[in-house]
């Protein structure tokens, strides 16, 4: 047809269709990559959480490493249950070499900060 796709508006079709099918647990991509301000974020991460009836998670296809974090938070402050751990975690370390090392000194701080933030969301719940 030569229509431009539009991926901010199929996430949100997606979990139009999707969000409310029984699933114990639904898996979405970050809005805008992740990208922007904190407010457009948090906008478009409310509109999907609108959608979704069930615990939803993001995933971290598409969103730059040093961003990730900020996207959990602010998806968590719309509603997600967490994240789902992708290229954000171990992209960086993908074939160096020492890959021990690189897992115990690289990733496992990023996951940890990631837990850190779902723990500190999830308090606030309480």
């Known amino acids: 047809r030569g229509d431009k796709f539009d ?5 949100i079709d997606a979990a139009k269709e999707l969000g409310d099918s029984g699933a114990d ?5 970050m809005p805008l990559y992740g990208k922007g301000p904190q407010q457009e974020l948090l906008c478009a991460s409310q509109r999907l959480n609108d959608h ?4 939803w998670v ?4 598409g969103v730059d490493e040093k961003l990730f ?3 959990v938070r602010v998806a968590m402050t719309a509603g997600a249950s967490g994240f789902l751990a992708g290229r954000a975690v171990w992209a960086s ?6 890959n021990e090392l690189m897992l115990r000194d690289v990733c496992a701080p990023k996951l940890q900060q990631l ?4 723990d ?4 606030k719940r309480r």
């Open 58 to 61: 993001i995933l971290s296809s």
């Open 69 to 71: 974090p900020r996207a």
């Open 115 to 118: 837990g850190d933030i779902v």
């Open 52 to 55: 979704i009836n069930m615990p």
């Open 25 to 29: 647990l639904y898996k979405v991509e």
């Open 93 to 98: 370390v993908v074939g160096l070499p020492d």
């Open 7 to 11: 991926r901010e508006q199929a996430i």
């Open 120 to 123: 500190e969301m999830m308090a």
